[in-house]
């Protein structure tokens, strides 16, 4: 191509001219330097292909120049050719050493530098496309996930707008678990035992799910989600089934779709959020950190907001709160967990 600049780099002028007349035999456009600072400068202002470099030079020799250009982000694709009357070969490997692409040795042979310029520069621009098509890989994959991340999102609300149909659900108690879980997952991404397994990803996906773990409800006889937790025992044991038909909605619906990581959250979220710290839950009396931690969230924080009242001015009996849910610590709630959202309760709804 006729546009490629060639760098020659050589303090002998006779060496500089025959370099000059090869380069413009390929039809390319020779710039002529004399040293290797003085090289440098010019690979500054204009855009270089390939590089032919002597290695004897005065002020900078063709090794530190080679150097300079490799450790600079901006020029270290730059392809590098020695051709110097050093033949020992510790020379020609001191100059693969600092990342030359490849060394002739004097007296050159023209159709030998007319040969590795042309590969060199066939393989530079090789590199060149391959690296445009990782660029444009990686922006298609970074699309095409966060056009899934969209997706993802849409089959949870879709899940969510069924479960408002379902009898007891209270839109604004669900509204107040989704900012309220949001909140203490944050606070726990900050603490020394919770930050490693909580991200961003993580409060994010927690905000969304959280109204879901009631999800097994329309599985439920509608008359006995209406008297929860008034049931009598037989009662109980069909409304126990609830997180387990929650979690087998959400399962189906993870083998069919891309959404495994995703949804994960919500189907252990339906499933666990009965559990209890001490193994006393349901359905899988699943015992400490057994529970998934997204669980021990959504639980904790949706007990408080059942038995926090509201005050006529808008704040929260937080003492009120407390006594009752006090006596649970370490059998229904893990307690660095309940600290916690004790130390965060007045950010909450």
Known sequence: MADEKILIVDD?????????????????TPILTEHGEQALKVVERVPISLIISDVAMPVMDGYE??????????????????????????????????NG?????????????????QLHLKVAESNR???DMNRKLHTSVEEQMKQNETERQNVLYALLRVLQETPCYDKEEMERLSYNCHMLAAALQLSG???DRVSDLFIQSLEIAAPLCDLGNVGIPTDIVIK?????????????????IGADILGD???????????????SLARSHHENWDGSGYPDGLKGEEIPLEAQIV???????????????????????????????????????????????????
């Not at 490849?102 to 159709?111: H, L, M, Q, R, V």
């Not at 009598?232 to 089934?241: D, L, M, P, S, V």
């Not at 619906?253 to 189907?267: A, E, G, V």
């Open 101 to 117: 692409e490849d060394y002739i040795t004097k007296p050159f042979i023209p159709e030998v530098v007319k040969a590795r310029v």
């Open 299 to 349: 639980a904790i924080v949706r007990r408080f907001g059942r038995v926090v009242k509201r005050l006529p001015d808008g704040s929260m009996d937080l003492e009120a709160a407390w006594e009752q849910m006090d006596p649970l610590i370490g059998i229904a709630y893990n307690p660095e967990i309940y600290e916690i959202l004790k130390m965060i309760a007045k950010q909450l709804r």
């Open 228 to 244: 929860f937790p008034a049931l009598h025992e037989e009662e109980a044991e069909i409304y126990r089934n609830h997180p387990i």
């Open 193 to 195: 035992n919770y930050g």
């Open 12 to 28: 002998v002028e006779t060496n500089r001219f025959t370099l000059r007349d090869i380069i413009i035999g390929l039809g390319y």
């Open 65 to 98: 120049f080679c150097t300079r250009i490799k450790e600079n982000p901006s020029t270290r694709h730059i392809p590098v050719i020695f051709i110097s009357a050093y033949d020992d070969p510790k020379d020609i490997v001191k100059g693969f050493e600092v």
């Open 253 to 267: 619906l993870n083998k069919n779709s891309s959404y495994n990581d995703f949804l994960k959250m919500s189907i």
């Open 129 to 131: 496309k391959l690296q």
